[in-house]
């Protein structure tokens, strides 16, 4: 059973950062993409940032792109996203999931994503 379980969230002012960190169980952490979405009140939810299994190749939505990291330690199970340049537009619950073993198909695509975890509330102020 694969358990994902993130940290890290909270309240910051427009301009600071976060890290949030997603911790796996499992064995087979390294053989799988990773990706961070995230969910506004009322919308729904969107990709933010992917990295493949070796961490070789990364990819970000528009929205984000030059503000956001997403990074992973494979020997720890643990795939993290720092988050620089906040803005209020930013808050949203953010869910880290497990994507496609050994491929760097569907990075993006949430239909690629079968194991999610509980979610981290992110909130920027103005």
């Known amino acids: 059973q694969v358990q994902l379980v993130e940290s890290g969230g909270g309240l910051v002012q427009a301009g600071g950062s976060l890290r949030l960190s997603c911790a796996a169980s499992g064995r087979t952490f390294s053989s799988y993409t990773m990706g961070w979405f995230r969910q506004a009140p009322g919308k729904e939810r969107e990709f933010v940032a992917a990295i493949s299994w070796s961490g070789g190749s990364t990819t970000y939505a528009d929205s984000v792109k030059g503000r956001f990291t997403v990074s992973r330690d494979n020997a720890k199970n643990t795939v993290y996203l720092q988050m620089n340049s906040l803005k209020p537009e930013d808050t949203a619950v953010y869910y880290c999931?497990?994507?496609?073993?050994?491929?760097?198909?569907?990075?993006?695509?949430?239909?690629?994503?079968?194991?999610w975890g509980q979610g981290t509330q992110v909130t920027v102020s103005s």
């Open positions: 999931a497990r994507g496609g073993e050994l491929t760097t198909q569907g990075m993006a695509v949430i239909q690629y994503y079968r194991y």
